[in-house]
């Protein structure tokens, strides 16, 4: 009996000593570059005021990797996708891009719909060699506060207020007022729009900024608005948007509007009634393929799941597409990129960030919303915006404004900062 | 300073006014949760936000929104019942457990929100589109309407309270718990109906105001800080101090906006609240 149990501890001990061998000995085994997958970490917005965001990315993000490594990866290697929720607040995206990059050993960083949790990531990206793709419009991502490893994914406020600008003044009305929710998304809207409406010849009666998540309007628009008024530019998006359509139209229902990106997008236009016929409103992807009707457009929206109308496929609901694109169009760039570098690991990303800087890409279905590049000084997306309406309950594009008109000179020149 | 338009000054207080009758009511379910079980409910302003989700699943069901008044509140008291015996009874009296536990309850309830209802703001349709003009303003008929309805529902509350002797016993378990024991009032049953009682308040508020601020699983945050400054400046547990508190706060809030900026309206707020409990300082009403 004694031999036995003897027998038994000698043969299990053995048997652990040689997993531990095996697994020490695989660990260790030296491996090429091109048996690791590339890891690509997505911050979306999961939960918290902007969760229906977050499911939208996120579902084009998986859709684009599938896509990817279904055509061989990148440079013959895999790529795998690490998700994590942001809960659409700074501190808590911070620390899921430290997650992301010391758990995980995720290579680039995507997303982040949130500007605060895009400019919070920012110098974390640089401190940890990391480059990063935000989703967020703010300004200040390709200004004072992107550097060298931030690559602005979507177009940014500026560009879409400057190229919108000359179209309102001359179709809309020269007497504007501004609405914008209370913080720095709104302010860099309300900021830009006076700029560029002014240098088109259009003035700025008054200015209103409303705390976020406000459902009563009427206090802040009733007597805050110039009779002389002809239109409104208006900055919200969410229950801030049908809030403040209602109220305006219960104050002024003559005035005519123009939203910034956001506001409609996942909206059906004729459920928003009466309030919202004749609204005009920035987008850089029009909602219905009627708008952008391009080959790799179409096959873009039959690989995310998106019908022509701009409804899930599945879910016939509404799907928030405004900048589901700069969630796809980073994951083809870094393919390109990573093949014309010769990137093997982020001791590349020199070599890499340099490829990027004012790297062009032609439309089709990598690149659905059309050409676009990166611009070197700034690292802003440079692609064209378009201006939709709400005619008879239904969604068209008024105007599409290409790249060239979207350009402004840049704040900052990236090339010269030091890796 | 802006010049201040008479009309545009009483169109606001108007607008202030009734909208605090709606406050009012979620305002009294948090404040009676307080006072007679000692439960600082920091859910009840996602049981507002369920009460605005199930008003939008019944509308979509029934094609009726307002079997929702009806259906809602009692689909969530009877909700709440199960809550409080076997989650918040073992905590009842001590405020600062309850806070931890109920900020779980709240969310498991947004995040069951968010997986089922989605994280996308619904917009409720109007359930009755009539437009009065108030002070030049096209004004909504349902917000008027939806006041009567608070005032009559907080008539009701104020009958049930002060008129029938499962009120009195209410009260008087508010009043002094220990006593209401040692006279053989069954306290548990006492609290489990209130509990019931406060949800059922809120849900309704919820119901109400879905056509007016759209549904979002993260709505109730809107309202739950409003009706705490409310149940504060009222009296813990003073009903009649919360009513005054939210007609008064809310009437005040339209009033400060037509001279303040939303920052400083805010924190005007605060500080009148500060100022109310350095002279009072358990509240206006609170004996």
């Known amino acids: 009996m004694e031999r036995n149990v003897r ?78 929720d942001d809960e659409s607040k700074p501190s808590v995206g911070a620390t899921k891009f430290r997650k992301l990059v010391e758990n995980n050993g995720v290579d680039f960083v995507l997303d982040s719909n949130s500007s605060g949790v895009a400019v919070a990531c920012c110098p974390i990206a640089k401190e940890l060699n990391t480059i990063y793709f935000p989703c ?56 830009a729009f006076t700029t560029y409406v002014t240098q088109n010849g259009g003035t700025v009666l008054a200015s209103i900024r409303v705390p976020l998540g406000t459902s009563n309007w009427l206090p802040y628009l009733k007597g805050k608005i110039p009779a002389d008024a002809e239109a409104v530019y208006f900055a919200n998006f969410g229950s801030d948007f049908l809030c403040f359509l209602r109220d305006l139209y219960a104050v002024r229902p003559d005035i005519e509007k123009l939203g910034a ?25 029009p909602t219905r393929l009627a708008g952008l009707d391009t080959p790799g457009n179409k096959e873009y929206r039959d690989i995310i799941g998106v019908n022509s109308d701009g409804l899930e496929i599945g879910t016939d609901k509404y799907f928030v597409l405004a900048y589901d694109w700069a969630v796809w169009e980073p994951i083809f760039a870094l393919k390109a990129a990573i093949e014309k570098s010769g990137w093997t690991s982020k001791a590349d990303n020199p070599a890499l960030i340099e490829t990027l800087e004012g790297m062009h890409f032609e439309a089709g279905v990598k690149f659905p919303q059309g050409d676009m590049y990166y611009r070197a000084a700034d690292h802003a997306t440079i692609a064209g915006i378009y201006v939709e309406q709400i005619v008879n309950g239904e969604l068209t594009v008024a105007a599409a404004v290409p790249a060239s008109e979207v350009v402004y000179t840049s704040l900052v020149d990236r090339t010269k900062e030091p890796f | 300073m802006p010049s201040i338009d008479v009309s545009t000054l009483l169109f606001l207080l108007s607008d202030g006014l009734l909208w605090g009758f709606t406050i009012a ?92 209802f989605g994280g996308m703001h619904e917009k409720m349709p109007n359930p009755w589109p009539v437009v009065i003009n108030l002070f030049d303003v096209g004004y909504s008929g349902y917000r008027v309407l939806i006041a009567v309805i608070s005032v009559v529902i907080i008539i009701g509350l104020w009958f049930f309270l002060y008129k029938t002797s499962y009120g009195i016993l209410i009260r008087a378990s508010i009043q002094d718990k220990e006593m209401a024991n040692a006279m053989g009032i069954n306290s548990n049953k006492i609290a489990m109906a209130t509990f019931a009682l406060g949800g059922a308040l809120a849900a309704i508020g919820g119901v109400l105001a879905a056509p007016v601020t759209q549904v979002f699983y993260l709505m109730g945050a809107d309202v739950i800080l409003l009706c705490f400054i409310i149940v504060i400046v009222g009296g813990l547990g003073s009903l009649k101090g919360t009513l005054i508190a939210a007609l008064m706060f809310c009437t005040l809030q339209g009033g400060m906006s037509i001279i303040l900026t939303p920052v400083e309206a805010k924190v005007a707020i605060f500080v009148i609240m500060i100022l109310v409990l350095l002279f009072r300082p358990r509240g206006m009403f609170a004996k």
């Open chain 1, 7 to 84: 027998l038994k501890v000698i043969g299990s001990v053995s048997l652990i000593v040689v997993l531990l061998v095996t697994m020490l000995v695989t660990a260790c085994a030296p491996k090429s570059a091109g048996e690791e997958p590339i890891k690509i970490g997505l911050l979306a917005n999961k939960t918290g005021g902007l969760a229906a965001y977050g499911y939208s990315h996120e579902k084009v993000a998986i859709a684009a990797v599938d896509q990817l490594n279904a055509e061989g990866g990148i440079a013959g290697r895999s790529v795998e996708l690490y998700v994590e």
């Open chain 1, 136 to 191: 967020s419009s703010a300004t200040e991502i390709s200004g004072d506060k992107g550097n060298r490893y931030i690559f602005q994914a979507c177009t940014n406020v500026r560009e879409e207020c400057k190229g919108a600008a000359k179209f309102a003044v001359d179709n809309i009305g020269k007497k504007w007022v501004t609405v914008v929710v209370d913080y720095s998304w709104g302010q860099a809207n309300e900021e």
């Open chain 1, 261 to 285: 990106v956001y506001a409609i997008s996942a909206r059906d236009p004729a459920e928003l009634g009466a309030p919202a016929e004749g609204l005009y409103c920035l987008t850089s992807y």
């Open chain 2, 25 to 116: 009511l979620v305002a009294l379910g948090l404040s009676l949760i307080f006072g007679v079980m000692g439960i600082v409910n920091m859910a009840h302003g996602d049981i507002y936000m369920v009460g605005a989700v199930l008003a939008l699943y019944v509308l979509e069901w029934t094609g009726n929104f307002w079997l929702s008044i009806i259906i809602v509140p009692v689909v969530i008291g009877l909700l709440c019942v199960p809550t409080e015996r076997f989650v918040l009874r073992p905590f009842e009296g001590r405020p600062a457990v309850t806070m931890i536990a109920t900020v779980g309850i709240a969310y498991i309830i947004q995040q069951v929100v968010l997986a089922t």
